[in-house]
T-cell receptor
Framework: EAQVTQNPRYLITVTGKKLTVTCSQN?????MSWYRQDPGLGLRQIYYSMNVEVTDKGDVPEGYKVSRKEKRNFPLILESPSPNQTSLYFCASSLGTLEWFFGPGTRLTVL | KQEVTQIPAALSVPEGENLVLNCSFTDSAIYNLQWFRQDPGKGLTSLLLIQSSQREQTSGRLNASLDKSSGRSTLYIAASQPGDSATYLC??????????FGKGTKLSVKP
C-alpha cells in the first residue's frame, strides 16, 4: 500500500531534550516536506526537500533540522525543543508537480 | 510571497444542500492546486488535484474549478451529507515542489 508513515504518532517530552520524528514513504517520491499545524495559524511549512541531499527552508524553520540521506526517509530533528514547538506535525511526499500525500501526523507536546 | 485565503472560515448547512467553498491566491504562477479534507485530529486526505493547465476536476459529488488568471478556485459539493462534515483545505503548489495552504473552511452538515 502506498503510504507515508510517521513515528512516533504521539510524543510528550521536556524542554531541551533532543528528539527526532521519522518520516518514510514507499512511493519513490523525490519531493518531501514537513509542516506544523496550529490552531488559528493553519498549516505552515517547516522544511522541504526536492531530492536526496537537497533541502530548503520553508516558512518556519527556526528550531528544526532535517536531513535527506535516502530518498524514502526525511527525519525532522528538534535539537533543543521548546514549549512553542508543541504542535501537530505532518510529513508529506510527492512526485513534484503532482499530488501530495500526507502522513497521519505526530502530536508533540513539549513541557 | 504566495498567500492563500479561504472563505468562509466556517459553514453550516442542512443535509442535501449544494454548496461552494472558495479559495483565492495572490500569485497566479502556480503549478497546481489541491483540495484536502481533514477530520478533527486526523491527517489530510487528498480530494482533488487540478494542474495549472486544467480548468476543473471531478470526483463523485465533488467538483473543483481553477481560474489561474484571477487567482481563484472553488470546490463544489453536491447533495451534502452529514459525513461531509470536516475542514476543507486548499493548497497551491509552487515550482519548488512546495505547498502553501489556506486556513480552511470548517463545514458542518446538519441531518
Amino acid at each position: 500500500e502506498a503510504q507515508v508513515t510517521q513515528n512516533p504518532r504521539y510524543l510528550i517530552t521536556v524542554t531541551g531534550k533532543k528528539l527526532t520524528v521519522t518520516c518514510s514513504q514507499n512511493m519513490n517520491h523525490e519531493y518531501m516536506s514537513w509542516y506544523r499545524q496550529d490552531p488559528g495559524l493553519g498549516l505552515r511549512q517547516i522544511y522541504y526537500s526536492m531530492n536526496v541531499e537537497v533541502t530548503d527552508k520553508g516558512d518556519v524553520p527556526e528550531g528544526y533540522k532535517v536531513s535527506r540521506k535516502e530518498k524514502r526517509n526525511f527525519p525532522l530533528i528538534l535539537e533543543s525543543p521548546s514549549p512553542n514547538q508543541t504542535s501537530l506535525y505532518f510529513c508529506a511526499s510527492s512526485l513534484g508537480t503532482l499530488e501530495w500525500f500526507f502522513g497521519p501526523g505526530t502530536r508533540l507536546t513539549v513541557l | 510571497k504566495q498567500e492563500v485565503t479561504q472563505i468562509p472560515a466556517a459553514l453550516s448547512v442542512p443535509e442535501g444542500e449544494n454548496l461552494v467553498l472558495n479559495c483565492s491566491f495572490t500569485d497566479s504562477a502556480i503549478y497546481n492546486l489541491q483540495w484536502f479534507r481533514q477530520d478533527p485530529g486526523k491527517g489530510l486526505t487528498s480530494l482533488l488535484l487540478i494542474q495549472s493547465s486544467q480548468r476543473e476536476q471531478t470526483s463523485g459529488r465533488l467538483n473543483a474549478s481553477l481560474d489561474k488568471s484571477s487567482g481563484r478556485s472553488t470546490l463544489y459539493i453536491a447533495a451534502s451529507q452529514p459525513g461531509d462534515s470536516a475542514t476543507y483545505l486548499c493548497a497551491v503548489g509552487g515550482s519548488q515542489g512546495n505547498l502553501i495552504f489556506g486556513k480552511g473552511t470548517k463545514l458542518s452538515v446538519k441531518p
